[in-house]
């Protein structure tokens, strides 16, 4: 699967209807929105581009990235770790894993029917 990012629309402009589909989309959105700049969800959003070069440790950053996310009610679990390379690996719902990296990207790791990714 393609998670879709930034239109959100596919090449032939489709957008999705997949409920897991959608929910990577609103956490990749939540990681980059600066918190108050959707005027929809005011009460959302991280900024992580705005954490790149500043003096604020990974673990803080983790700890913004679970208080954001455990509000939305899809998410049942969800926990931020700092690596120390300095990404933060995130854990929705025991099963995806978000990487965001020291260089701005958020990368995902969803497993396969099968169970592997």
């Not at 589909?21 to 929809?40: K, P, W």
């Not at 900024?47 to 939305?72: N, Q, W």
Request: charged share 30%; aromatic share 6%; hydrophobic share 40%.
């Amino acid at each position: 699967m393609d998670v879709r990012w930034g239109d959100d629309l596919d090449l032939l402009g489709r957008d999705t209807y997949d409920e897991e589909e959608i929910l990577f989309q609103d956490v990749a959105h939540r990681m980059m929105e600066l918190r108050g700049s959707n005027l929809a969800f005011p009460d959302e959003g991280v900024g992580l581009e705005s954490y790149l070069s500043k003096p604020i440790g990974s673990d803080a950053v983790a700890k913004i990235m679970e208080a954001d996310l455990v509000t939305d009610a899809r998410i049942a679990t969800v926990r931020a770790k700092a690596e120390e390379n300095g990404a933060i690996n995130v854990v929705i719902n025991e099963r995806y894993t978000l990487t965001a990296n020291p260089d701005g990207s958020v990368t995902w790791d969803i497993p396969t029917e099968g169970g592997d990714s």
